[in-house]
């Protein structure tokens, strides 16, 4: 609930999700769109960030205080995996 205080007063033409019925609860039906077709892509690249990097999986030790640090992590992620990191090849 504290995501949707958040993102509900921007203007945004419609919401995905996936059929988990909770959202139905306060998603506004005019506005959402419960399909696969428009979350997968994102399920699957948040499962590759918890596979390579420790601070992203769930209830682990490891962890970021920094926000800088998560979005460079994140850089050299995408960078490796696009092969675009040339220090590694």
């Known amino acids: 609930m504290k995501l949707w205080e958040t993102v509900k ?9 996936d059929y988990w019925k909770s959202y139905r609860e ?3 039906a005019e506005k959402h769109l419960q399909t696969k077709a428009e979350t ?3 399920e699957g690249y948040n499962s590759r ?3 390579y990097l420790a601070r992203f999986k769930r209830k ?25 990191l040339t220090i590694l090849n």
């Open 9 to 17: 007063e921007l203007d945004v033409s419609f919401y995905c999700s």
């Open 26 to 28: 306060f998603i506004p």
């Open 40 to 42: 997968f892509t994102v």
């Open 49 to 51: 960030i918890r596979h």
């Open 60 to 84: 682990g030790k490891c962890y970021s205080k920094a926000e800088h640090m998560i979005e460079k992590s994140l850089n050299l992620l995408f960078l490796k995996l696009n092969n675009e």
